[in-house]
């Protein structure tokens, strides 16, 4: 009456447990994270390097690319926050104060010509 047949349970041949297996097994995750290590970790950390030394070398007059896209020259700048000029308005500046780690690129002088 039941189409389904019973499974008759077998013995499975013995696993292959020795330590050769192991070794292998352990070796395998050595390699996967020194592969993650080279093309993750390394090279975020270099990043992060050399933003900070970017941040850190900033001086007044030097022309910025924000972190919310916005370009403008350096004003004033204190050891945490710097004040951006970012545009002029009937001859007097537009200046907006930021901290120095929301600098993404410095760029080269002259890029802003109309301040």
């Known amino acids: 009456m039941f189409f389904i047949s019973e499974a008759l349970a077998q013995t499975a041949p013995a696993a292959a ?4 297996s192991m070794l292998t097994s ?3 995750m050595a390699l996967i994270f020194v ?4 093309l993750m970790i ?5 990043r992060q390097k050399e933003h900070k030394s970017m941040v850190e070398g900033l001086g007044k007059g030097d022309e910025v690319l ?3 896209g916005m370009i403008g020259k350096i004003t004033d700048i204190s050891e945490q926050y710097m004040t951006v000029q970012v545009a002029s308005v009937d ?3 537009v200046e907006i104060a930021m901290q120095r780690s929301a600098v993404q690129a410095l760029l080269p002088k ?6």
């Open 17 to 20: 447990g020795g330590p050769e």
């Open 26 to 28: 352990v070796g395998f």
């Open 35 to 38: 592969v993650f290590y080279f």
């Open 42 to 46: 390394r090279p975020q950390s270099k």
């Open 66 to 68: 924000t972190a919310g």
């Open 91 to 93: 001859g007097k500046p």
């Open 110 to 115: 002259g890029t802003m010509k109309s301040l």
